[in-house]
């Protein structure tokens, strides 16, 4: 089965590299330049998990993250930091992030975290659905 | 919220056997004067005695030595198990105080549409009182029934979230190496730390096979106790943390730090509710209860050694 993974970031660098290295490996992966763009989106379609950069211009990743978690909270979100504030780590930690990843992010790894967060997706719906 | 279904947490609290009844303070002297006088006695007296006799006096006081050994050890258990409920009990007190918390703000948020509707219902009665309705006052009763309507739907919000609350904090358990689950939170403490000369040292044990836990939410615990470790060292200074196994089923991760330590008189109050020693802006005082909430909800226990002036040692034990 595959993810449907969102990656959010205003830089188009990174993002490039990510749709080209999930691309690569077959998983279907849709970008946003920026939280407002990722909250539309969502709002068209779901995904499962979104890899996500705390710092963007206009929302911020922390709270796109509030907004996601309180509209579709069974959508993991994993989010990405180029510099370590352990407040704000808090913040996303409390908020229900995934996890909170300091870039750079070696891919695999990613990857995992990615397929553990879905995995937790799974496991969380399926607990839903039997009640 | 009656459809909670307690998830593999009992262990943990349940664990510990019942208090033994607060036995009499029994007094320590024999134990500590008169063993060794006894001791002594037996000393002097082989100088003196005929070895036969000097034996049997030395056997006596040996067997009243293995004696005095017994009862101390037994004294110790006894005030141990008493510790262990003693802490079940804080526990339990801590829940009913955060029960309580919680029911005054439920009761606050549910209060204001109760009183509007309230208010609403009077003025209708009041109108539907009189001989006649005008067509006015049937325009009345209709913004009336449509202001009741809409707080009713207020509340059915609120219970509504309540809901999903205790939805959410059920954990969801998964399989993940400890160390990858503190990994993340230890490198982003690390960069802000190291500015400071704090330097953040790892003791993973490297043969801990993955266990099943709610990931993020252990994950909140890690970051929690790094902070406060990492605010409790004023200049330079070492944080370690490390992963063990505990007995078969367990296994415990330790943050240390070597800090200012914790004060005696605030050790019972740590895991307290905006209970804190930081100044006012800096720390809510809830870290640690959230910490301790959590960690029991994952059937685990935390801990605290603590010497002041030397740092403090948070550990918390989890099931596998």
């Known amino acids: ?131 | 919220m009656k459809d909670e279904t307690p998830r593999a947490d009992p262990t943990a609290a349940a664990g510990e056997p019942a208090a033994a009844p607060a036995g009499k303070a029994r007094p320590l002297w024999p134990h500590l004067i008169g063993l060794p006088g006894l001791t002594a006695v037996a000393v002097l007296s082989a100088m003196v005695l005929p070895i036969p006799l000097a034996v049997i006096l030395a056997l006596f006081i040996a067997s009243l030595a293995a004696w005095s050994a017994a009862a101390l050890a037994s004294r110790i258990r006894a005030s141990e198990q008493q510790r262990c409920s003693l802490d079940a009990q804080l526990v339990q007190s801590q829940k009913l105080a955060a029960i309580g918390e919680m029911s005054a703000g439920i009761a606050h948020e549910i209060n204001n549409p109760m009183a509007i509707i309230a208010q609403e219902s009077d003025w209708m009665t009041h109108l539907m009182a009189a001989p006649q309705i005008t067509p006015e006052n049937m325009a009345e009763l209709r913004d009336s029934l449509a202001e009741i309507v809409r707080q009713v739907d207020r509340c059915k919000a609120i219970t509504h979230n309540l809901l999903n609350f205790s939805r959410k904090m059920e954990p969801i358990l998964q399989q993940e190496h400890l160390e990858k689950i503190m990994e993340d939170m230890v490198l982003l403490v690390e960069k802000e730390a190291k500015l400071q000369g704090v330097t953040i040292g790892r003791d993973y044990d490297p043969d801990l096979a993955p266990i099943e836990t709610d990931v993020p939410l252990l994950r909140q615990v890690v970051l929690n106790l790094l902070l406060n470790a990492f605010q409790a060292i004023p200049g330079q200074g070492e944080i370690t943390v490390s992963t063990r196994p505990v007995g078969a089923n367990r296994v415990a991760i330790a943050v240390a730090d070597t800090g200012v330590g914790i004060l005696p008189e605030n050790m019972s109050k740590l895991f307290n509710p905006f209970f804190t020693t930081k100044p006012p802006g800096v720390g809510t005082g809830l870290g640690l209860s959230m910490c301790h909430g959590i960690v029991d909800r994952l059937g685990g226990a935390i801990t605290v050694e603590s010497e002041e002036g030397k740092g403090s040692r948070f550990t918390v034990t989890l099931p596998r």
Do not use: Q, W
């Open chain 1, 1 to 131: 089965m595959s993810i449907r993974i969102l990656v959010v970031d205003d830089e188009p660098d990174f993002i490039e590299t990510m749709v080209k290295r999930f691309t690569f490996r077959k998983m279907p992966v849709t970008a946003a330049p920026s939280g407002i763009a990722a909250l539309k989106l969502l709002e068209a379609e779901s995904f499962d998990v979104v890899i996500m950069d705390v710092r963007m211009p206009g929302k911020d990743g922390i709270e796109t993250l509030k907004e996601i978690k309180k509209r579709y909270p069974l959508t993991e979100v994993i989010m990405l930091t180029g510099h370590a504030s352990v407040e704000s780590g808090m913040r996303g930690m409390s908020l229900g992030a995934y996890d909170y990843v300091l870039k750079p992010v070696d891919f695999d790894e990613l990857l995992e975290k990615v397929r553990k967060a879905h995995e937790r997706k799974l496991l969380n719906e399926g607990r839903n659905a039997s009640r």
